[in-house]
């Protein structure tokens, strides 16, 4: 079980409290009837899925109840960072492999 | 390639067993081949046998970066059915039932199919209405599924707990006399042995790093840790990976790839005669030939390529499976471990071609693809040979998601993902 630290508890907890929420950093647009049926496929159904680093959503379900930000290999399942919903993706990864 | 059979076992018991040959040969990889196979598990394995033995095409190579076999075909829980709720799915994993049925004599080496019937459980009257659907569905596309009983069910499998009191009582169940289990590793031997034998070159330990593409956009070869490789055809069939090699060509796909845990107990005497499934608990049971029990959980939430999962997922599924089987709860589990599955959205495959002209995927069996093995590397050879898919697998396209013209089992599942 992965042990994951919320942003906004600033605590370490398992992950039996967390929901994941997929790939972070795709924006919906704000006008979706508009979107051509391309945009729409890539904001609703294409995905990085990366083996290495991945940026995803969690939300905190069982504690505050709220959506952040992670950053974690998805080889070895470490978290390198967590921040919090909104912020820039970050441009400098602590101790990142590759 | 020599025969399998009676007599040989006979001759060779007489000469100490010195006469077997290898089941496959190991060559070194040619600088060029008609078309290339990435993955050398039971769908690519299989895809090169039918491009051999229907389509005549023989000048092919598998590669495969680990060995043969060694990814999700050897970490399923072998589980073989097609009551599938959607035509699309219907034709394609029936396709494959009938395949499985025959196999053996086809490829001359026993895959120990075993049509012992595979029951669904409900829990719940959510569970009774989408099952008795399927029943429906599946009748009316000529396959067989039948509603059971409580007691019905109990009949057929015996360990069954259906007391009204248990903490997820039996309400009812759907019965695929034609569904079983066979032996995965078999399948992948089988079809490496007939493809091998009709000149398909198997290059295990060759992993893919790159896929190259002419300035018009086709497909050249593909860039392996044994230099490169070149061929007008490239068809991709690497399950939980599918989306790392299409991304070397260019293309995005709509994949994610998670974790899928199983675990077998130490090995007893036969004592539980069918597969069961409970879809609402992600609880999958069976007994191997061999004697162990061998158990299906689900998959973890996050992405993830590290073939392992949470035990917490694990002790989930072992709380149902003791809920619905009381004896097994003093049973000792032998080993655990999790294959990557990569899972479209609408919880179907994609079997086509893509945007890169001589570039085919077959990928998208989440957490279910071992039951199509034979069926999908029998359309896949065809779509690869004839640069045209099967009327089996037109539907499932790339495009659909695009479209919109999905093949939505995940709305309407017999099994929950």
Redesign the interface.
């Known amino acids: 079980?992965?042990l994951i630290r919320c942003p906004y508890c600033e605590e370490e907890r398992p992950?039996?409290e967390f929901?994941?929420a997929?790939e972070a950093h795709i924006a919906r647009s704000s006008d979706m009837a508009a979107t051509s049926?391309?945009d729409?496929?890539?904001f609703?159904?294409?995905?990085?899925?990366p083996?290495g680093i991945?940026y995803?959503r969690w939300r905190h379900m069982h504690g505050c109840a709220r959506f952040f930000n992670a950053v974690?290999d998805?080889?070895?399942?470490r978290f390198l960072m967590t921040y919090k919903a909104g912020e820039p993706k970050p441009a400098k990864l602590p101790g990142a492999s590759k | 390639m020599k025969k399998y059979s009676v007599f040989a076992i006979a001759r060779e018991a007489m000469r100490g067993h010195k006469g077997w040959e290898e089941q496959w040969s190991s060559p070194e990889p040619k600088k060029e081949y008609d078309v290339i196979i990435v993955g050398a598990g039971g769908h690519g394995l299989a895809t090169a046998y039918y491009l051999a033995t229907v389509h005549g095409i023989t000048n092919v190579a598998v590669l495969e970066k680990g060995w043969l076999g060694g990814g999700n075909t050897g970490r399923n829980t072998t589980i073989i059915r097609s009551n599938y709720l959607y035509d699309e799915s219907a034709g394609i994993y029936d396709h494959a039932l009938k395949l499985w049925d025959g196999l053996s004599q086809e490829l001359n080496y026993n895959v120990m199919y075993s049509p012992r019937g595979v029951m669904m459980l409900a829990h719940n009257v959510h569970d009774i209405q989408v099952l008795k659907r399927h029943v429906h569905a599946n009748r009316l596309n000529g396959i067989d599924n039948e509603w059971l009983t409580p007691e019905a069910a109990k009949e057929f499998c015996p360990p069954l707990n259906i007391s009204r009191d248990a903490r997820y009582p039996v309400m009812g169940a759907t019965l695929q006399r034609r569904g079983g289990t066979a032996r995965h590793d078999a399948v992948a031997w089988g079809y490496a042995r007939g493809a091998s034998a009709r000149g398909v070159h198997i290059i295990q330990n060759c992993e893919v790093t790159g896929v190259k593409r002419a300035p018009n956009g086709a497909v050249m070869g593909v860039e392996t840790t044994r230099g490169f490789i070149g061929a007008r055809k490239v068809g991709v069939v690497a399950a939980g990976h599918s989306s790392v090699i299409m991304n070397m060509a260019g293309v995005r796909m709509p994949l994610e790839s998670y974790p899928l845990q199983a675990l077998v107990s130490e090995p007893v005497k036969p004592v539980f005669p069918c597969v069961v499934m409970s879809n609402t608990v992600h609880a999958y049971i069976s007994q191997s030939d061999k004697g162990e029990l061998v158990i299906g959980a689900g998959t973890d939430q996050y992405i993830s390529y590290s073939q392992t999962g949470g035990l917490h997922i694990l002790q989930h599924t072992l709380d149902a499976i003791c809920e619905m089987f009381p004896m097994f709860t003093r049973m000792k589990m032998l080993r655990s471990w999790g294959g990557i599955v990569d899972v479209t959205p609408d919880r179907s495959p994609i079997l086509a071609k893509t945007p890169v002209p001589g570039l085919y995927v077959n990928c998208g069996w989440g957490t279910g693809g071992f039951k199509a093995t034979p069926g999908s590397g029998h359309v896949f050879a065809h779509t690869i040979a004839r640069d045209d898919p099967h009327p089996i697998n037109a539907p499932f396209t790339i495009e659909r998601f695009r479209t919109g013209r999905l093949i939505d089992e995940a709305a309407a599942a017999a099994v929950a993902h």
């Open positions: 079980m992965l992950e039996l929901r994941n997929g049926d391309d729409f496929e890539k609703f159904f294409i995905r990085s899925n083996k991945i995803e974690r998805t080889v070895s399942d």
